[in-house]
């Protein structure tokens, strides 16, 4: 069974900071970009940062300077290091990977979603 597991989410202060992680798992063939979506109460998903299986990052705009996205390969994990917290970032994060999966080929799968809570 393919699954992507997240773990990290939880309560912080404002500009504190939460280390996010998502572990791919399955029959495996490769595994191409993977990053981060939230999604807010009454709003869309968007998407909050991606990386290459080469390492190459993307940020959104709301997100740079303060957000890492990194991944391991060895271990078909990619992390999301977030620093300088704010009630902003509030929402439910979701790990989502694409995946080659032995005899079913290539698709997108997501993590079941991770709840961070950014009060004072």
């Known amino acids: 069974q393919v699954q992507l597991v997240e773990s990290g989410g939880g309560l912080v202060q404002p500009g504190g900071s939460l280390r996010l992680s998502c572990a791919a798992s399955g029959r495996l063939v490769r595994v191409n970009t993977m990053g981060w979506y939230r999604q807010a109460p009454g709003k869309q998903r968007e998407l909050v940062a991606s990386?290459?299986?080469?390492?190459?990052?993307n940020y959104a705009d709301s997100v740079k300077g303060r957000f890492t996205i990194s991944r391991d390969n060895a271990k078909n994990t990619v992390y999301l290091q977030m620093n300088s917290l704010n009630p902003e970032d509030t929402a439910v994060y979701y790990c989502?990977?694409?995946?080659?999966?032995?005899?079913?080929?290539?698709?997108?799968?997501w993590g079941q979603g991770t709840q961070v809570t950014v009060s004072s």
């Open positions: 989502n990977a694409d995946l080659v999966i032995f005899y079913v080929g290539s698709r997108d799968y």
């Open positions: 990386i290459t299986s080469g390492g190459s990052a």
